[in-house]
């Protein structure tokens, strides 16, 4: 269909504006990266270099250029390559559909915005007939990279569903191990659960029509199930990881270790999520110990829970990060955020298993488990440490937590 549509349109077009193309692709393809990272409605891109946004589209043009060029035939399977390409790396980097549409107009208007000098030369049927080629070509490549964009996700879909029975004989000994939170973890995973099996249900039926299609909409409820794959899968490997520290099967790896390494690394996993929220992540390690033995693994553990935590229930200002050495062979770090605040009554069962502060004009974020700072303060202990909080409604919480410079393992002691 795209060769047919192409090849009619280049026939009614009789000046050759493929050579200026082609002469153009590396600006217009600058442009174009320049325009997504500008555009506050593509937000994958804030976390990518300039090669990853540009990804295949230099193939897209350049394939146009041949279509826009009599001289040359039709490079309709560069493009279609090109745009199925776009569509699988799209989907690994996280782009939701509605960004791959924006990021189409864009190209198309980068396009024209270069070519417009050119087509003000030809007669309004020329100008017409231009435009008509540029955008058959760029519709038929927003169709492949849908079409390939689709099939990745729902791969990813498949990978989740995997994930998810492997993990269930392990979480059936677990449930069998300990009954005491059964209810509130059945409550958890309810509704991500039906989520998963009513859209799951609508695919099959679907597919089985033959009418899945690559539509928003369709994307959309993919998202969705993927989401709520991944919700799943976080309720039971926080439910895991605390059973492992019951069970007594976690084991301390220590080594001599770099504080302002482990927090910088921290920085840059949460980063992201930060972003995304519009928070300013600030750590201030000037005072930081030079050296700690520790297990750098379950410390950036710690850290990465209290900041998630802090970023989660933050709506605008800031998560502080901040280091300290103290006497007595002690250093502290500190994670303080801006956002809502934990009552006092709150405060003295936080750390329980399961167990949230009441919010009052909110909701709980739907990634929360009652499970983080469980989690964390059993690894605190692990490694021979104290946590605390400090919180105030409406201002924000800050952790304290306190270590040994050298932590020792049970049979050293």
């Known amino acids: 269909m795209l060769d047919t549509k192409c090849q009619s349109a280049q026939k ?71 745009s199925l390409e776009h569509g699988v790396v799209r989907a690994k980097q996280g782009f939701d559909a509605t960004e791959i549409a924006r990021e189409y107009h864009l190209l198309r208007s980068t396009i024209l915005a270069h070519l417009r000098g050119d087509l003000l030369q030809g007669s309004p049927e020329e100008i017409f007939r231009a435009m008509s080629i540029v955008n058959t070509v760029v519709d038929a490549a927003i169709s492949q990279c849908f079409k390939s964009y689709v099939g990745e996700r729902l791969h990813e879909l498949e990978q989740l569903q995997n994930q998810l029975s492997l993990t269930n004989q392990e979480l059936t000994r677990l449930v069998r191990a300990s009954q005491d939170n059964l209810s509130l973890l059945a409550h958890e ?60 099967k976690m084991r301390l ?62 709506k605008t200002g800031s998560i502080g990060i901040e280091c300290n050495l103290l006497a007595d062979s002690r250093w502290v770090i500190e994670i303080s955020d801006t956002g809502v605040g934990i009552a006092p009554e709150d405060q003295s069962r936080i750390f329980d298993p399961f167990s949230r502060a009441i919010l009052s004009d909110q909701q709980h974020p739907p990634d929360s488990t009652g499970l983080g700072l469980t989690i964390v303060r059993r690894l605190v202990e692990l490694l021979q440490g104290e946590i605390s909080l400090v919180s105030q409604i409406g201002v924000g919480t800050t952790f304290k937590v306190v270590f040994p410079l050298e932590v020792k393992l049970e049979d050293d002691a």
Request: glycine share 4%.
């Open 12 to 82: 009614l077009f009789m000046i050759n504006f493929g050579q200026l193309l082609e002469e153009k692709t590396d600006a217009i393809a600058q442009k174009w990266v320049s325009a997504v990272i500008e555009d506050r409605q593509i937000h994958s891109s804030d976390n990518l270099d300039r090669p990853a946004i540009e990804n295949h589209v230099k193939n897209v043009l350049t394939a146009l250029a041949t279509v826009l060029d009599q001289a040359q035939e039709n490079d309709i399977e560069t493009i279609a390559t090109a």
């Open 189 to 248: 995973l309810k509704s991500p659960l039906t989520s998963i099996i009513g859209y799951s249900e609508l695919f099959m039926r679907q597919q089985r029509s033959g009418k899945v299609k690559d539509t928003v909409s369709s994307l959309e409820h993919i998202d969705r199930v993927i989401r709520s794959g991944r919700q799943i899968l976080r309720l039971i490997n926080d439910a895991l990881e605390f059973a492992r520290y019951e069970a007594g």
């Open 253 to 314: 790896q220590l080594e001599s270790s770099d504080v302002r390494t482990v927090i910088k690394t921290v920085v840059e996993v949460m980063q992201p999520l930060a972003d995304s929220r519009g928070l300013l992540l600030v750590p201030d390690c000037n005072h930081a110990p030079d050296r700690v033995l520790t297990d750098p693994f379950r410390l950036q553990q710690i850290m990465v829970n209290l900041v998630s935590n802090a970023i989660r229930y933050t």
